[in-house]
T-cell receptor, first 112, second 118 residues
Framework: SQKIEQNSEALNIQEGKTATLTCNYT??????LQWYRQDPGRGPVFLLL?????KEKRKERLKVTFDTTLKQSLFHITASQPADSATYLC???????????FGTGTQLKVEL | GAVVSQHPSRVICKSGTSVKIECRSL??????MFWYRQFPKQSLMLMAT?????????EQGVEKDKFLINHASLTLSTLTVTSAHPEDSSFYIC??????????????FGEGSRLTVL
């Protein structure tokens, strides 16, 4: 069956450390993958997109990797801050470019 | 970035009534909009793809007669939950792409509408 899995447990880290979130998928061959941030009671906000032919993408303190052999994407936040606390969702292209399917999300808490 | 506005943000209704949720793209035209539903601590589930000027495309398991979608203009899509029941209580979120619907474009999401059916 097709699945998109993210760390189900909340991730707690200390301010200043690097947070690493995982997105694993099975039985999909996405042309691209996206990461979103969602705060409680709000709609998701787009962060980064990485295509299947790209290994790594960076944006400020964010870094995303995409390994199509392992069927995995890693999302890193360096020098994390309490304001980074939120739920992070990965989303895969699962419909030939016109459909995004979301993972369950990982809740990140950055503590002082 | 582009702005998608959703209204109302919260609605409480009695069982059996119908509720309409509006989704507007404020500074761009959206040929296609997407409607998602999200239950607590769960992911966003795509309900349907709303196409301007034509019928919506519903995902498997979503009742099209219960969740009526109308995309009458390039900036407005509406979702009507007909004869709502408590199990329809959820967080409904719409989204749209810019760039003339370029398929790899990011999705811009509305703020979501929290529906509570008593």
């Amino acid at each position: 069956s097709q699945k998109i899995e993210q760390n189900s447990e909340a991730l707690n880290i200390q301010e200043g450390k690097t947070a690493t979130l995982t997105c694993n998928y099975t039985n999909y061959s996405p042309a691209y993958l996206q990461w979103y941030r969602q705060d409680p009671g709000r709609g998701p906000v787009f962060l980064l997109l990485i295509r299947e032919n790209e290994k790594e993408k960076r944006k400020e303190r964010l870094k995303v990797t995409f390994d199509t052999t392992l069927k995995q994407s890693l999302f890193h936040i360096t020098a994390s801050q309490p304001a980074d606390s939120a739920t992070y969702l990965c989303a895969l292209d699962t419909g030939g470019g016109n459909k995004l399917t979301f993972g369950t999300g990982t809740q990140l808490k950055v503590e002082l | 970035g582009a702005v998608v506005s959703q209204h109302p943000s919260r609605v409480i209704c009695k069982s059996g009534t119908s509720v309409k949720i509006e989704c507007r793209s404020l500074d761009f035209q959206a040929t296609t909009m997407f409607w998602y539903r999200q239950f607590p601590k769960q992911s966003l589930m795509l309900m349907a793809t709303s196409n301007e000027g034509s019928k919506a495309t519903y995902e498997q398991g979503v009742e099209k007669d219960k969740f009526l979608i109308n995309h009458a203009s390039l900036t407005l899509s509406t979702l009507t939950v007909t004869s709502a029941h408590p199990e329809d209580s959820s967080f409904y979120i719409c989204s749209a792409r810019t760039g003339g619907g370029a398929v790899t474009g990011e999705l811009f999401f509305g703020e979501g509408s929290r529906l509570t059916v008593l």
